[in-house]
């Protein structure tokens, strides 16, 4: 095992040696408590067969570790200032990891995967730059990347909304899209004083956990994330008039109507009252109605 890169003086070395400074606006806090990562590795499972995309690496203290344990890493970095550090601290771990360079959102992970591992299931292992953690996330499970699992720090209160249930105040798109594909676990909450620079909140590990079988039975998937997305767009509003005036959606406002009313809920139930399962049966309602002839113009 060598030496480990996520404690504070060597972190603080690394960084001072390379005259590097964090930018706050990719979100770079490092970890700098090899427990924590040691746990994050184990929480995902990851063994000497898997593949793994880490985003953000850093100064590549998770991914030290992931490399330690897994087939292969390739790890996404978009700053170009930690590239040569990253080849640095690496080095010893080539023929495991694969440094690339580039904004996660703009990278074909298909083409990882496919190249990488056959087109078999990969796995996702990240101490997340928290401030496109829900793009990142909604990527992986709306395009259906072949992704087993995800394992990710995240804000504590983003791992909340993720696993809110309905009415509460945190449940929104993100809990559907994850409650929709995925059984989720909360692994751990992370203080701040484990990061450099420390973040102004608390942060947590979560797995979710790709189902093979789907749960919910759902006629047209990008069109119950529009009619989830449109629900959750305007809070105050009854679910009936979010529907009605989402002229994205085509639908007509009696089969808005209609359909809340053969689900048996109330004209005015709000959007964030809806459970996923009643999400999937709006959908497909709405779906219907628009196949026979119900929607607008397009
Ligand atoms: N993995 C390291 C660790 O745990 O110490 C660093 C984690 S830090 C919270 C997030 C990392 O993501 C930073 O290295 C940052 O430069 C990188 N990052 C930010 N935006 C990114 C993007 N769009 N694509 C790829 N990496 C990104």
Redesign the pocket.
Known sequence: MKERIATPTKTKEIIEANGFYF?KN??????IDSNILEKIVSCAGIGAQDCVLE?????G??TQVLAENARRVVA????SN?IPILQQMLSGYEDTVRILN????KTDIDAIIREENGGDAIKVV????YY?TTPIIMDLLEQQRNVDSITVMVQKEVAERMQAAPGEKEYGALSVAVQYFCDASLDMIVPPSCFMPRPKVDSAVITLRVRKEKKFAVENEAFFFQVVKCAFSQRRKTLYNTLRNEKELHILAQSAADAIKEMGLDEKVRGEKLSVAQFAELSNLLWRKKAEGGFTAE
């Open positions: 930018k990719f979100g770079q806090n490092f970890l985003v953000g690496p850093g100064i203290s998770l996404v970095e978009i700053d930690l580039q904004d996660i959102l990240a101490n997340l730059p496109i």
